[in-house]
């Protein structure tokens, strides 16, 4: 039975009616600060948390409720005597119901004009500690942090007048996981480690997805940044719900066209490029990723760095695509668009690009997590290692491979010419094997054209092959106790050979 409730919310959607329907029930309601003037103001009685406490709100609002008065109405256990009897000795009234929510420290800490002394104010302690006290004491006390609840705890109380044990303790692990997300945000925004002794990743679920990568898994979406360029802050303006794939395919696809200034499409299938290319502008950027691979394209995923006018649409639309992701569209080509109902329409702000995160990844008993693979201006320390050297327009083609070969699954070989890929060979168990894979399109002309591997050459096999079909240029971290044999093998064979002292394995 609901005797007491205290009532402390930030977010204040809703409050007023639910206060009103626990004052309807019987409920005596304590609050403080705003939440009380706000109910005060419509009418609802209520008590000041002073006025319970004998005790003023100090230091500018960060003293309050912590006090034994709230804290001991809410932790004492109704199944102890001891308990009840020392609520009776210092004149503590049981509380049966917190309703609390937290200052907005996410928001806080994504403005661009945020400062420690802002950040720190933020930071909200007497909620935290209301709502850990009652999810500690989840049996005897209602605990509410999420508005949507009103309604059902409400229909709860009209009933049979208590919440069931099982629903109490649900209340209390989502209470949990709130303030354990708050703590992670502070945590995260105050460690200057980046792999400290322990760490804490705070999430929210954006949407459970229909299934998994396979129809009999479970899955769901969390979002951890609202400020960075991703596939979870996009606008879609048409086409079913992502996919779990297609949130994997699409976020792959992102990475890849996030790397280049100029006008660039990709075409992702299963997370590797298909076709891939740079041109003076966006519409003749697609058609030559599109014409690189124009069987792999089918059914997969394009990512465009550039607006989209109703010729590129027309030229999208030709073909089936799962999605279409780009920065902006004219309202003739989202108008096109609409005609393919099946296709999901995209908009990304690709200038909220953030390039100092971590990348997580699950193992058996734990997670496997490390920097992101960004470095500027890398460039700077390749090494020409061959009499020949690269003319300026095969080493635009070789950074153009390089900075697509670091998201392509390892082995990886990657192929291109004048700014298309010609091949892409990924995911195999040897280099050589990823170089026949990338060379072996039939129709394709080879001449002049230039390799990147992001790994090593033990061997000087991947460098003959290339010779065999007539690659001029070749890109390649070197580091292996044999680099010499493909340097000689390609000096022999007029190949200028590039060593950037950097990998790119991508597993």
């Given at each position: 039975?609901?005797?007491?409730?205290?009532?402390?919310?930030?977010?204040?959607?809703?409050?007023?009616?639910f206060?009103?329907?626990?004052?309807?029930?019987?409920?005596?309601?304590?609050?403080?600060?705003?939440t009380y003037?706000k109910?005060?103001?419509?009418?609802?009685?209520?008590?000041?948390v002073?006025?319970i406490?004998?005790?003023?709100?100090?230091?500018?609002?960060?003293?309050?409720?912590?006090?034994?008065?709230?804290?001991?109405?809410?932790?004492?256990?109704?199944?102890?005597?001891?308990?009840?009897q020392?609520?009776?000795?210092?004149?503590?009234?049981?509380?049966?119901?917190v309703?609390?929510n937290?200052?907005?420290?996410?928001?806080?800490?994504?403005?661009?004009?945020?400062?420690?002394?802002?950040?720190?104010?933020?930071?909200?302690?007497?909620?935290?500690?209301?709502?850990?006290?009652?999810?500690?004491?989840?049996a005897?006390?209602?605990?509410?942090?999420?508005?949507?609840?009103?309604?059902?705890?409400?229909?709860d109380?009209?009933?049979?007048?208590?919440?069931?044990?099982?629903?109490?303790?649900?209340?209390?692990?989502?209470?949990?996981?709130?303030?354990?997300?708050?703590?992670?945000?502070?945590?995260?925004?105050?460690?200057?480690?980046?792999?400290?002794?322990?760490?804490?990743w705070?999430?929210?679920?954006?949407?459970?997805?229909?299934?998994?990568?396979?129809s009999?898994?479970?899955?769901?979406?969390?979002?951890?940044?609202?400020?960075?360029?991703?596939?979870?802050?996009?606008?879609?303006?048409q086409?079913k719900?992502?996919?779990?794939?297609?949130?994997?395919?699409?976020?792959?696809?992102?990475?890849?066209?996030?790397?280049?200034?100029?006008?660039?499409?990709?075409?992702?299938?299963h997370?590797?490029?298909?076709?891939?290319?740079v041109?003076?502008?966006?519409l003749?950027?697609?058609?030559?990723a599109?014409?690189?691979?124009?069987?792999?394209?089918?059914?997969?995923?394009?990512?465009?760095?550039?607006?989209?006018?109703?010729?590129?649409?027309?030229?999208?639309?030709?073909?089936?695509?799962?999605?279409v992701?780009?920065?902006?569209?004219?309202?003739?080509?989202?108008?096109?668009?609409?005609?393919?109902?099946?296709?999901?329409?995209?908009?990304?702000?690709?200038?909220?690009?953030?390039?100092?995160?971590?990348?997580?990844?699950?193992?058996?008993?734990?997670?496997?997590?490390?920097?992101?693979?960004?470095?500027?201006?890398?460039?700077?320390?390749?090494?020409?290692?061959?009499?020949r050297?690269?003319?300026?327009?095969?080493?635009?083609?070789?950074?153009?491979?390089?900075?697509?070969?670091?998201?392509?699954?390892?082995?990886?070989?990657?192929v291109?010419?004048?700014?298309?890929?010609?091949?892409?060979?990924?995911?195999?168990?040897?280099?050589?094997?990823?170089?026949?894979?990338?060379?072996?399109?039939?129709?394709?002309?080879?001449?002049?054209?230039?390799?990147?591997?992001?790994?090593?050459?033990?061997?000087?096999?991947?460098?003959?092959?290339?010779?065999?079909?007539?690659?001029?240029?070749?890109i390649?971290?070197?580091?292996?106790?044999?680099?010499?044999?493909?340097i000689?093998?390609?000096?022999?064979?007029?190949?200028?050979?590039?060593?950037?002292?950097?990998?790119?394995?991508?597993?």
């Amino acid at each position: 039975m609901i005797k007491r409730a205290l009532l402390s919310v930030y977010n204040k959607t809703g409050i007023v009616e639910f206060a009103q329907k626990l004052h309807d029930l019987g409920v005596e309601i304590v609050s403080s600060g705003g939440t009380y003037q706000k109910i005060v103001k419509a009418g609802i009685p209520a008590l000041s948390v002073e006025e319970i406490t004998r005790f003023p709100e100090m230091l500018n609002g960060r003293v309050k409720t912590l006090h034994p008065v709230i804290h001991g109405g809410i932790l004492a256990r109704r199944d102890q005597k001891a308990h009840l009897q020392t609520l009776k000795d210092h004149h503590i009234v049981p509380i049966d119901m917190v309703v609390c929510n937290l200052y907005p420290f996410a928001t806080t800490i994504a403005r661009a004009d945020v400062t420690l002394d802002l950040a720190l104010e933020n930071i909200d302690i007497g909620g935290p500690s209301m709502i850990r006290s009652a999810a500690k004491n989840f049996a005897d006390v209602l605990v509410i942090i999420d508005p949507a609840d009103y309604n059902p705890i409400f229909q709860d109380l009209c009933g049979p007048g208590r919440v069931g044990f099982e629903r109490r303790k649900q209340l209390a692990a989502k209470a949990f996981a709130h303030t354990a997300r708050y703590d992670s945000l502070i945590t995260n925004y105050l460690n200057s480690e980046t792999f400290p002794a322990e760490y804490t990743w705070g999430a929210d679920k954006q949407a459970e997805l229909r299934y998994g990568e396979n129809s009999h898994q479970r899955a769901a979406v969390y979002t951890v940044n609202s400020r960075c360029a991703s596939i979870l802050n996009a606008v879609q303006h048409q086409g079913k719900a992502l996919s779990y794939n297609n949130i994997n395919d699409a976020d792959a696809a992102l990475r890849m066209v996030l790397e280049f200034k100029r006008p660039a499409a990709i075409a992702v299938k299963h997370t590797n490029p298909c076709g891939a290319a740079v041109a003076e502008d966006i519409l003749s950027a697609y058609r030559r990723a599109h014409d690189a691979d124009p069987v792999s394209i089918f059914g997969g995923i394009i990512a465009l760095n550039r607006r989209v006018e109703v010729e590129l649409a027309e030229e999208l639309t030709k073909i089936f695509l799962d999605i279409v992701i780009a920065p902006e569209y004219s309202a003739e080509a989202l108008k096109l668009f609409g005609k393919k109902k099946n296709l999901r329409v995209l908009t990304v702000d690709m200038a909220r690009r953030t390039e100092n995160s971590l990348e997580v990844r699950s193992i058996l008993g734990g997670y496997l997590v490390q920097d992101g693979d960004h470095i500027q201006a890398e460039e700077e320390s390749w090494r020409v290692a061959t009499d020949r050297e690269p003319t300026a327009s095969q080493y635009q083609d070789l950074l153009f491979a390089w900075k697509l070969i670091k998201h392509v699954k390892s082995n990886a070989i990657v192929v291109v010419k004048n700014g298309q890929t010609l091949g892409v060979g990924c995911g195999q168990v040897n280099r050589i094997d990823a170089a026949r894979y990338a060379l072996s399109h039939e129709g394709k002309e080879y001449q002049g054209a230039v390799l990147a591997s992001d790994g090593l050459f033990p061997f000087s096999d991947v460098v003959k092959e290339a010779a065999r079909q007539g690659i001029a240029a070749i890109i390649q971290p070197g580091g292996s106790i044999r680099d010499q044999e493909s340097i000689d093998a390609a000096n022999e064979n007029q190949i200028a050979m590039v060593l950037t002292g950097t990998r790119h394995f991508k597993h």
